[in-house]
């Protein structure tokens, strides 16, 4: 099987969708299969290297001018390569595989966004892998058919681009210490975290939060912090290769998202044993085994998440239970079951092609 992944850039930035493409690359390629990304490039290109896959060039930025060379490119990639799968993870890959199909390969999209409007093009593929339940369901809503649809939960522990949590070391964090991991946009309930930590902050003198993660709305959450009375006790630490070292030296990890398909930052969190508080919303439900792991706020709401982290700060024997509730049922977030599952959603859409060429 040659199977060709697309996605706009693997640069080592902490991006989801880029690490999930990434993960399955390097696995599928150490099965053996004959494997190469088409991209922007980046950073993760010397591990694709070190892994036997091969990087094509392609620059997908949406300006008139370079969509006519980005297709031009891929029909070069396509007579070259000549893949038997092309997996899309992002919108423009996606559209570039299904209106320049030059064999009959199979066409794979996942969809990670999926509050996205543009979303609704991941159907163009003959099958759509939605990352949680959540996100199968809100597909089919938009009209994107059952048949079409694999539910392939989301998961990187084990993953090749970095070291196993266990060659980490935790770093010398004031404790108690509040993390979290995220890109900075205000959908990551960034500003509502800031809001609920000055809440508890007189109460719990010698908590600190630690804000791990890079992005546009960055210097709006840090001139908020600045304006509280307790800036000196939140820390932002921008992009971190390796956010496992706050992880473990965390008491509690919160992910105050608005939406969110799946968290896979949480599956991390959980590995490293941090009690979990986060936002009941989407397929982060499912990311803690339906409340078992983790506590559920509604999103938006910084007195809840308040709330929340009183809870658990105010009594050390509950907030050591839900430590050891995260670290449960891990195995399913495996990147190795993921790439099990895509491969299976491969097979059977290579296999529906060969009786449909047989008749």
């Known amino acids: 099987m040659r199977i060709l992944h697309i996605t706009n850039h693997v640069q080592e930035i902490g991006n989801g969708i880029v690490n999930v493409a990434i993960d399955l690359a390097c696995l599928q390629a150490k099965l053996g299969y004959d494997v190469a990304v088409a991209s922007a490039g980046g950073e993760y290109e010397t591990l694709l290297e070190r892994y036997g896959v091969r990087h094509f060039q392609l620059n997908q930025s949406r300006t008139p001018l370079n969509v006519a060379k980005a297709a031009w490119h891929y029909w070069g990639i396509l007579q070259e390569f000549q893949p038997d799968i092309v997996h899309a993870h992002m919108m423009t890959g996606v559209v570039l ?168 930052v949480l599956t991390e969190a959980r590995e490293a044993g941090c009690a979990i508080v986060a936002s009941d919303v989407d397929g982060i439900p499912e990311t803690l085994d339906n409340r078992q792991a983790g506590l559920l706020v509604p999103p938006k709401d910084s007195h809840a998440l308040a709330k929340a982290l009183t809870k658990l700060l105010s009594n050390p024997s509950e907030l050591d239970q839900w430590k050891c509730q995260a670290k449960l049922n891990l ?9 099990k599952e895509t491969l299976a959603t491969y097979r059977e859409l290579l296999t529906n092609y060969s009786a449909i060429s047989a008749v």
């Open 97 to 264: 595989g299904a209106l320049l199909r030059m064999s009959s390969y199979g066409l794979v999209s996942t969809v990670h966004n999926e509050f996205q409007r543009s979303a609704i093009l991941m159907g163009l593929a003959d099958r759509v892998i939605a990352v949680s339940s959540a996100v199968a369901d809100s597909m089919v809503k938009r009209g994107i058919p059952k048949h079409k649809l694999r539910v392939v939960s989301n998961g990187t522990l084990g993953t090749p681009r970095h070291p196993n949590i266990t060659e980490c070391q935790p770093l010398p964090l004031h404790r108690p210490a509040i993390t979290t991991v995220a890109g900075m946009y205000k959908r990551k309930g960034i500003g509502e975290l800031i809001d609920a930590f000055v809440e508890i902050a007189t109460e719990f003198a010698d908590a600190h939060l630690y804000v791990v993660g890079d992005g546009p709305d960055r210097a709006i959450f840090e001139a908020k912090a600045q304006s509280t009375a307790v800036s000196d006790r939140i820390h932002f630490e921008g992009f971190q290769p390796e956010p496992q070292r706050y992880m473990l030296a965390s008491d509690i990890f919160v992910l105050a998202s608005y939406c969110e398909s799946f968290g896979l």
């Open 331 to 339: 195995e399913r977030f495996s990147a190795a079951r993921v790439n």
